[in-house]
């Protein structure tokens, strides 16, 4: 396996979650990284993303404040640091390596893709 999200629960509105995404360092140690999330009856969103050092970081609209993205090049991890949870954040959530060292919002720009977490807000 050459991603492996983890992380995921049940967690209340309100509250904070962190998931993580282990990466074999041959992938992800010059790629840009995505996080994607697909919800019951929806098509796959991005949620955010970082460039290959870290220093460039994107986000979709609705999590812009809440969410935050980072990465750890030395152990191959991303992580996606989550609060203010809402109902709506309720999906799977994929890390995905993108082709190139930046990340992008295009789903068809990353060649590797984690098996999903899933979490749940609760109300």
Do not use: H
Not at 4 to 26: D, E, F, K, M, P
Not at 40 to 67: C, H, M, Q
Not at 69 to 78: F, L, Y
Request: aromatic residues 12%; charged residues 15%; hydrophobic residues 30%.
């Amino acid at each position: 396996v050459q991603l492996q999200a983890s992380g995921g629960g049940l967690v209340q509105a309100g509250g904070s979650l962190r998931l993580s995404c282990a990466c074999s360092r041959r992938i992800c140690s010059n790629n840009g990284m995505g996080w994607f999330r697909q919800a019951p009856g929806k098509e796959r969103e991005f949620v955010a993303g970082i460039n290959w050092n870290g220093a460039s970081t994107t986000y979709l609209d609705s999590v812009k404040g809440r969410f935050t993205i980072s990465r750890d090049r030395a152990n191959g991890t991303v992580y996606l640091k989550m609060s203010s949870l809402k109902v709506e954040d309720t999906a799977v959530y994929y890390c995905a390596a993108s082709r190139t060292a930046y990340s992008s919002s295009d789903y068809s720009q990353y060649n590797s893709w984690g098996q999903g977490t899933e979490f749940t807000v609760s109300s």
